[in-house]
């Protein structure tokens, strides 16, 4: 297995990430907050299922699961 050494660039992200279309954004604009918490909603999610905190619910978390990661891919993308 190869071994990183370097895992950094000393150059900072100047407060930008990408988009999915590789559009460079700031990191505190709406769009960004809010795909950012539909992912931690659905890693909430994703551990309750795998927990087994409520199995009668299991069917439902997981069609709310797919729901989200489909939101999450519309808000990386601009129109």
Do not use: H, W
């Amino acid at each position: 297995m190869p071994r990183l050494t370097k895992i950094y660039t000393k150059q900072g992200d100047g407060g930008k990430t990408s988009l999915g279309g590789g559009q460079r954004v700031d990191k505190d604009t709406l769009r960004v907050q809010v795909y950012g918490t539909v992912d931690e909603l659905n890693s909430q999610i994703g551990v309750a299922l795998a927990v087994g905190l409520c199995p009668r619910l299991d069917q439902e978390l997981t069609r709310i699961q797919n729901e989200l990661f489909d939101c999450g891919s519309d808000l990386c993308f601009l129109e």
